[in-house]
Antibody, heavy 115, light 107 residues
């Protein structure tokens, strides 16, 4: 059974940083693209970034380029999202998703950017 | 960026009804589209990939069709557990983009 467990969310002030983690199990992590998607409270879904299985290709939505960094550690079956220079509009539930096309999802972790 | 326009944004229907949700892409995306269902407080779940292929375990009352710029998700006979919000996702070109969602409510 595929399991994706996000952690690292919380309350942070504008301009601050957070690092999200996603622990994966139940599949061969090192052979799958992985994706981060976010959902602002009461709103729709926004694709944020994805990373190829070996880390050799990475893509971001424009609104996070230069501030967020997606990475992975295949030895630890883990996906990460380093978020710097956080803004109020980054407040959202962040989901980790298996595959480049989001075929399985974690339960999400809430990030709140507020002073 | 490719814009995905879903319609309607909300829909009231009854158990047993047939409903159709549409996603239109601002440019051709072949069949690089998935459909997702999200229930309140839960993560989305993929129902359909490659525009028309049913995800394993998804009931056959769900079906998808379309290509290039127009896509539909059809539920042939609504069940109580189908009342949720539905999203499409294009993965033809970066950045990938979701439709704005269709909230399906009980009439």
């Amino acid at each position: 059974e595929v399991q994706l467990v996000e952690s690292g969310g919380g309350l942070v002030q504008p301009g601050g940083s957070l690092r999200l983690s996603c622990a994966a199990s139940g599949f061969t992590f090192s052979t799958y693209w992985m994706t981060w998607v976010r959902q602002t409270p009461g709103k729709g879904l926004e694709w944020v970034a994805n990373i190829k299985y070996d880390g050799s290709e990475i893509y971001y939505v424009d609104s996070v380029k230069g501030r967020f960094t997606i990475s992975r550690d295949n030895a630890k079956n883990s996906l990460y999202l380093q978020m710097n220079s956080l803004r109020a509009e980054d407040t959202a539930v962040y989901y980790c998703s298996k595959g480049g096309h989001c075929d399985e999802w974690g339960q999400g972790t809430l990030v709140t950017v507020s002073s | 960026d490719i814009q995905m326009t879903q319609s309607p944004s909300s829909l009231s229907a009854s158990v047993g009804d047939r409903v159709t949700i549409t996603c239109r892409a601002s440019q051709g995306i072949r069949n690089d589209l998935g459909w997702f269902q999200q229930k309140p407080g839960k993560a989305p779940q993929r129902l359909i990939y490659a525009a028309s292929t049913l995800q394993s375990g998804v009931p056959p009352r769900f079906s998808g069709s379309g290509s290039e710029t127009e896509f539909t998700l059809t539920i042939s006979s609504l069940q109580p557990e189908d009342f949720a919000t539905y999203y499409c996702l294009q993965h033809n070109s970066y950045p990938y983009t979701f439709g704005q969602g269709t909230k399906l409510e009980i009439k």
